[in-house]
């Protein structure tokens, strides 16, 4: 069903006579189902005191300096010039507006949910005004009975990319206007960056920003249809994203790539991009846009990988790339599409937290130990790269190149991840990657999630900060070691370490101070290397342990103390 949803969306972007690239239906115009009660009763009388600080218009706009940014005024004595629709339109509410031009690509929250005392309506468009223009809009956010007026706004998770203008409006809803505060902060850490890797190609296609229209690459939904040619291996490197018309409708720029196949074999493409990348692999058919057949598809969130792998037959195909959704992405955005999988050795990663679940305020942090090994028969030089992903998109935070492993060998590193003050209550994901960083290849992957909530810690880190980290393996170890374990003295758990210098088996018990074995942790053949086994205490009392590893040829012990 969604292959033929996909489908009906390409025909007929290639059967419109129009040259744009891939526009939006319009949804606007939608039947209220009911109409929301104006707050009853209210006088709205200036305070003499308050600076009426936004602007009248966006000519007069106030600039924003610098983020975190926070105001307060008052919407009376100004005029209503402006509004928006979510859901609600038709507003003769007096505005105000603010202006603010980032110098790098970040993400904000926008509230004026703390000290304003009416109905307010929020909106944000990017460097000019069209009614339906708007890039996030909201009306009610905030309804509650705890807040000082019943309705007022919020607008999250607003991308803004660096030399663009915003326009932020501070509006009402029906006719209402008073005082507001408002507070704008940076909301989480900007998206990872797709670096163009060495050897690949660049896409050449001209920024899609307003009013773009699609003459180089963009298929069959150009005119005339037009595509950049590709061979199997190839990497590209270009750009996309989302972009609004000169008529103010919401586009994507989609790029189309022509690949020749001489003999049937299994290809896999794959790409990542700035932006939720659409993949879509075609049979291009008579190459007329006449009679071409999809094939299949992925998708991918921000700075993930969509990968498509299929058998492939002698003939023309057409790669499809471009985001999947329709706004909130700004061109031009960067992505890698790869003509061909790259060979990656393979490795395996884990990410085990200190204690779960995790709940962290505003500038904590929480522990975790972080094991890389590589489970093959031959050397390998791997890289481990860890973000965080937060309202469906990954942010890429700290990268670990070059950890070389012998085989069967594996490494461990307690690490220590700082949360920034402006992180937004919510649930994350902890993800970490190992393979090619550079050409943002994945071969294993590990994640848990930690929740960030509560008061912001006073004298709290002000960035996502990652202490700790992987160092490359030592050559094979030449004896036994049980290394320790960690934290010591704990509660109620703690993680053993121990190294072996051959494949060998083992077995790893827990004694109390009596002799009396308490605990069997492992009892497996492994691999040579390092190895870890957490030991769950919460059950046992308080006093001296002792851990003991065998091994068919020796045996070692060491002294652990558990307090509660």
Same mark, same amino acid.
């Given at each position: 069903? &969604?292959?033929?949803?996909?489908?009906? *969306?390409?025909?007929?972007?290639?059967?419109?006579?129009?040259?744009?690239?891939?526009?939006?239906?319009?949804? %606007?115009?939608?039947?209220?189902?009911?109409?929301?009660?104006? /707050?009853?009763?209210?006088?709205?009388?200036? #305070?003499?005191?308050?600076?009426?600080?936004?602007? !009248?218009?966006?000519?007069?706009?106030?600039?924003?300096?610098?983020?975190?940014?926070?105001?307060?005024?008052?919407?009376?004595?100004?005029?209503?010039?402006?509004?928006?629709?979510?859901?609600?339109?038709?507003?003769?509410?007096?505005?105000?507006?603010?202006?603010?031009?980032? @110098?790098?690509?970040?993400?904000?929250?926008?509230?004026?949910?703390?000290?304003?005392?009416?109905?307010?309506?929020? $909106?944000?468009?990017?460097?000019?005004?069209?009614?339906?223009?708007?890039?996030? %809009?909201?009306?009610?956010?905030?309804?509650?009975?705890?807040?000082?007026?019943?309705?007022?706004?919020?607008?999250?998770?607003?991308?803004?990319?660096?030399?663009?203008? +915003? +326009?932020?409006?501070?509006?009402?809803?029906? *006719?209402?206007?008073?005082?507001?505060?408002?507070?704008?902060?940076?909301?989480?850490?900007?998206?990872?960056?797709?670096?163009?890797?060495?050897?690949?190609?660049?896409?050449?296609?001209?920024?899609?920003?307003?009013?773009?229209?699609?003459?180089?690459?963009?298929?069959?939904?150009?005119?005339?249809?037009?595509?950049?040619?590709? /061979?199997?291996? #190839?990497?590209?490197?270009?750009?996309?994203?989302?972009?609004? *018309?000169?008529?103010?409708? =919401?586009?994507?720029?989609?790029?189309? +790539? =022509?690949?020749?196949?001489?003999?049937?074999?299994?290809?896999?493409?794959?790409?990542?991009?700035?932006?939720?990348?659409?993949?879509?692999?075609?049979?291009?058919?008579?190459?007329?846009?006449?009679?071409?057949?999809?094939?299949?598809?992925?998708?991918?969130?921000?700075?993930?990988? &969509?990968?498509?792998?299929?058998?492939?037959?002698?003939?023309?195909?057409?790669?499809?790339?471009?985001?999947?959704?329709?706004?909130?992405?700004?061109?031009?955005?960067? +992505?890698?599409?790869?003509?061909?999988?790259?060979?990656?050795? %393979?490795?395996?990663?884990?990410?085990?937290?200190?204690? $779960?679940?995790?709940?962290?305020?505003?500038?904590?942090?929480?522990?975790?130990?972080?094991?890389?090994?590589?489970?093959?028969?031959?050397?390998?030089?791997?890289?481990?790269?860890?973000?965080?992903?937060?309202?469906?998109?990954?942010? =890429?935070?700290?990268?670990?190149?070059?950890? &070389?492993?012998?085989?069967?060998?594996?490494?461990?590193?307690?690490?220590?991840?700082?949360?920034?003050?402006?992180?937004?209550?919510?649930?994350?994901?902890?993800?970490?990657?190992?393979?090619?960083?550079?050409?943002?290849?994945?071969?294993?992957?590990?994640?848990?999630?930690?929740?960030?909530?509560?008061?912001?810690?006073?004298?709290?880190?002000?960035?996502?900060?990652? !202490?700790?980290?992987?160092?490359?393996?030592?050559?094979?170890?030449?004896?036994?070691?049980?290394?320790?374990?960690?934290?010591?003295?704990? /509660?109620?758990?703690?993680?053993?370490?121990?190294?072996?210098?051959?494949?060998?088996?083992? @077995?790893?018990?827990?004694? /109390?101070?009596?002799?009396?074995?308490?605990?069997?942790? &492992? #009892? #497996?053949?492994?691999?040579?290397? *390092?190895?870890?086994?957490?030991?769950?205490?919460?059950?046992?009392?308080?006093?001296?342990?002792? %851990?003991?590893?065998?091994?068919?040829?020796?045996?070692?012990?060491?002294?652990?103390?558990?307090?509660?």
């Amino acid at each position: 069903m &969604a292959m033929a949803i996909i489908g009906a *969306s390409l025909q007929a972007e290639a059967n419109s006579a129009s040259v744009q690239p891939d526009a939006k239906p319009n949804l %606007c115009a939608v039947a209220k189902a009911q109409v929301k009660p104006v /707050n009853p009763g209210r006088i709205n009388i200036p #305070d003499p005191n308050v600076i009426l600080q936004g602007g !009248d218009t966006f000519a007069t706009a106030i600039n924003i300096p610098a983020l975190p940014y926070s105001d307060f005024g008052t919407t009376v004595g100004y005029v209503d010039d402006y509004d928006a629709e979510c859901p609600y339109d038709n507003s003769t509410s007096p505005d105000v507006v603010y202006k603010y031009t980032p @110098s790098a690509n970040t993400m904000v929250n926008i509230t004026l949910c703390y000290n304003s005392d009416y109905d307010t309506k929020l $909106y944000v468009h990017e460097n000019y005004y069209v009614f339906g223009g708007h890039i996030a %809009c909201n009306d009610d956010a905030c309804s509650s009975p705890s807040y000082p007026a019943p309705y007022v706004s919020m607008v999250e998770n607003v991308s803004m990319s660096a030399g663009n203008t +915003y +326009y932020i409006t501070v509006d009402g809803y029906g *006719s209402s206007a008073g005082a507001y505060t408002l507070d704008i902060v940076m909301c989480c850490p900007p998206p990872c960056p797709v670096d163009c890797p060495p050897g690949a190609i660049l896409e050449g296609e001209p920024d899609c920003g307003t009013g773009y229209v699609d003459h180089f690459n963009g298929g069959c939904g150009s005119n005339p249809v037009v595509f950049s040619y590709v /061979n199997e291996g #190839d990497i590209i490197c270009g750009t996309s994203g989302t972009f609004l *018309s000169n008529s103010g409708l =919401q586009y994507r720029d989609t790029d189309w +790539y =022509q690949l020749e196949v001489n003999a049937a074999h299994e290809m896999t493409f794959k790409a990542v991009g700035e932006f939720p990348v659409q993949l879509i692999l075609i049979d291009a058919g008579s190459v007329n846009c006449s009679d071409y057949n999809l094939i299949t598809w992925a998708m991918a969130d921000v700075c993930d990988t &969509a990968s498509i792998t299929y058998q492939v037959f002698p003939g023309t195909w057409w790669v499809w790339i471009g985001p999947s959704v329709f706004e909130g992405y700004d061109c031009p955005l960067d +992505y890698i599409l790869w003509m061909g999988e790259a060979s990656v050795p %393979c490795c395996h990663v884990s990410m085990i937290p200190d204690t $779960y679940p995790i709940t962290v305020p505003p500038g904590g942090s929480f522990g975790l130990t972080g094991t890389v090994s590589n489970p093959t028969a031959n050397p390998i030089v791997t890289d481990v790269w860890v973000g965080v992903k937060y309202s469906g998109n990954f942010y =890429q935070l700290h990268s670990f190149p070059n950890i &070389a492993l012998n085989p069967g060998q594996s490494i461990n590193a307690h690490l220590n991840q700082y949360v920034p003050g402006y992180a937004p209550d919510g649930i994350y994901a902890y993800v970490a990657y190992c393979g090619d960083y550079a050409n943002l290849v994945k071969c294993d992957s590990a994640s848990f999630d930690f929740s960030v909530s509560g008061g912001r810690l006073e004298g709290g880190v002000s960035d996502w900060i990652l !202490d700790g980290g992987f160092e490359s393996a030592p050559e094979l170890p030449l004896e036994l070691a049980l290394m320790g374990n960690y934290p010591n003295p704990f /509660n109620a758990t703690t993680t053993i370490t121990f190294i072996l210098p051959e494949r060998m088996s083992a @077995s790893v018990e827990i004694f /109390n101070l009596l002799g009396e074995r308490v605990a069997v942790l &492992a #009892d #497996d053949l492994f691999n040579a290397g *390092s190895h870890n086994v957490t030991w769950d205490a919460s059950s046992y009392s308080s006093g001296v342990y002792f %851990c003991k590893l065998s091994t068919p040829k020796e045996s070692k012990a060491l002294r652990m103390v558990l307090l509660k």
